[in-house]
């Protein structure tokens, strides 16, 4: 069935309708993918078969997942129509899901990037200061700055807290690639461990954001459900640390 529009607006506002629906089928595809993997290598033998399998899969899940989050998160700022027109506050509307799924976007995509890398080249780490990943890391952190500027500016403290996330994480990456002292043996795999760990919590969040609308969306602004990845992967990432630190001193 062909379609007439008498107005050239209307066309457009349609054709954006049709994408941005695309790309949230998509992204919950290959969300889901990479939600469902995360947990394999988190509870299987660590460098075994299935671990390695299912990390890659998990990883390049939350890559295409984290590419079409920033894809939807430009739709939300820059596309011709209004999402979701429940929402009254705009400016808080463009805050949570335009430059937050952006930034979230980027760090999922950054973790997993760094995470892969850390154990690829974690006994030459020099290699991780190619521009390569460094620009990854810069653009991650541009986004974090943004994201926290705004979310003072529109006062949620969510879009604050995760800005915060990101950064320190950039900061810790950072100066694991960039120290002058060598670091102790198998130090490549902690970062492994946190930054894989850190995709999941930046990909849950951003999960939320395109689910909770949908589902229950009269929580959609609630904090304390958005907080919940990063209580259970912060959590892990102690846990993980912490054993592994203790392996280092035997």
Known sequence: MRLTFTHAGIGVTSYGMHLFEALVVLHVIAGTIGLVAFWVPIATRKGGEPHRKWGRVACYGFVGA????????????????????????????????????????????????????????????????????????AAVVVSALWCGYFGLRVGHPLMVLVAIVGLIAMI???????????????AYVGEHFRALLGMGISAYTAFLSVGLIRLIPEHVFNPLIWAGPSVVGVSLIVYYSAKTGRKQVR
């Open 172 to 186: 810790l990456q950072l100066r694991f690639i960039w120290r002058n002292s060598e670091p102790l043996h198998a």
């Open 66 to 137: 984290g590419a079409l989050a920033i894809a939807m998160a430009l739709l939300s700022l820059y596309g011709s129509e209004q999402r979701i027109p429940s929402i009254t506050d705009r400016e808080l509307f463009a805050g949570l899901f335009g430059w937050m799924m952006l930034y979230l976007g980027l760090l999922t995509i950054g973790f997993a990037d760094y995470g892969l890398a850390s154990v690829k080249h974690g006994r030459k780490r020099k290699r991780l200061r190619a521009a390569r990943y460094q620009l990854v890391i």
